[in-house]
């Protein structure tokens, strides 16, 4: 018997519906379900041996000041991507700062995505309607056009069953990729067996690594697999645009309800860390300055970067934060109105 929850009003709050048939015993169950799941903002599927784990759950509250460093274990791991310059530490901030709107953002952008844990923050946990995410590196654009687009278990399964001995990685990585598939399981490699995961060219292989474990020891197959999948789930939620995110600012900067979270390649590290590594910073400031929505925008703590921003009429605020060796260091937030951020410290 088919039955389609567009039958029951009011329509669910998350958007789009689809109709499938089940056995009429468990409609009721199911309905019941998915109505719990409607009325609850948070929600994770967990995957274990022959079965999916549906649980309701809370993020947990994370505490913090601008002096004290987020601690990255208190806070969900989502990307695939083991990135130089990674937001994971930024994760709280976003949801404070998604969270003091009226109403979520119809759209969260990142122009400049990377391994995307603020995007996919925001739609794993309902912090906007739907989320946009952008980058121009091309082999980092094929792993999330891969995962998005019909291909996310091949690369799932790859991961899984991949001998990691330094003869395999280095064939692997020494050979020419066929096809989308096998250049976005390359990419997810090189990121996961070369030093800080740096993929810039001149990178070399971790050689000790992590408690003496060599290439393996960022290499976690089970938990890379597991995220694909996971993002797969959400694709629906999930738009990619592979491209130049100055060009993806321009085209919603006249959208009042959309949020902008800007993570641009620095103006001091880039050149080290990223093959696209190159933009122009002032252009950015100035077209923020004429966006419609809200942004958000992190940066190296420079007196050049604070000067552009004092220009433009923005506030700053310095955060601190942990780099990949562990040290202690600051980046600067920079939006039009930092009060929500204020009432965090």
Known sequence: MARSSTTYPPKWKSGKTTVIRIPQGIAEELLKIARRLDSSPKFIIREEPNALILELSQPRRVRYTAEKPVNVSSVPHRSP????????????????????????????IEPFAGGAIVSLTAAFERLAKHVV???????????????????????????????LTLENVRKTLENSASDLCERAFQTILRNRVQRGGIMAPGAGLVKNGEKGRGLGSRWYPDTLARRIRE????????????????????????????AFYIDPPYTVAARRLYRRWKIDHSRLFSLLRDCEGDFLMSYDNTVEVAEMAKKHGFETSPIAMKNTHHAKMTELLIGRDLSWLQDKH
């Open 81 to 108: 991507f083991r990135y130089p310059g990674g937001k994971t530490w930024l994760v709280p901030y976003i949801r404070d700062w998604l969270r003091s709107k009226s109403q979520p953002p119809a759209l969260l």
């Open 231 to 258: 993002i797969n789930r959400l694709k629906d939620k999930l738009t990619f645009v592979s491209g130049d995110g100055f060009a993806l600012i321009e085209e919603h900067k006249c959208d009042g309800d959309a």
């Open 133 to 163: 995410f952008c980058e121009l590196d091309e082999d980092v654009a094929c792993v999330w056009r891969v995962v998005l687009n019909g291909h996310a278990e091949w690369l799932a399964k790859q991961i899984l069953t991949f001998d």
